[in-house]
Nanobody, 127 residues
């Protein structure tokens, strides 16, 4: 079993930055492909970003490209999402998830159920 725990959410103003963390425990060697998702109020859950084990392969949703940066520290079993230039439309619960494959196509992540999910952390951006 792999457990994922997100942290770092909060209330910020538009234009601010925030860094989310996702710490893995248990079978951490299973945490190869990791991704961030979000679900805004009244919206479907949507893909945000994904990274491969080494971190060379990364994918971003068009809505966050150039503003968000995904990274990972495998020694600390932690996944990060640096969010800059936040907008009110970034308000959502953010989740990390583990996948078995990496694809350079965000529809893959929206169409496939991840193997493990965290419980989410709330990000609220006031305008």
């Amino acid at each position: 079993q792999l457990q994922l725990l997100e942290s770092g959410g909060g209330l910020v103003q538009a234009g601010d930055s925030l860094r989310l963390s996702c710490t893995a425990s248990g079978r951490t060697t299973d945490a190869n492909i990791m991704a961030w998702f979000r679900q805004g109020p009244g919206k479907k859950r949507e893909f945000v970003s994904a990274t491969s084990w080494i971190g060379y392969s990364k994918l971003y949703a068009d809505s966050v490209k150039g503003r968000f940066t995904i990274s990972r520290d495998n020694k600390r079993n932690t996944l990060f999402l640096q969010m800059d230039s936040l907008k009110s439309e970034d308000t959502a619960v953010y989740y990390c998830a583990k996948f078995s494959e990496f694809h350079y196509d965000e529809s893959y992540y929206n169409d496939h159920q991840g193997d493990y999910w965290g419980q989410g952390t709330q990000v609220t951006v006031s305008s």
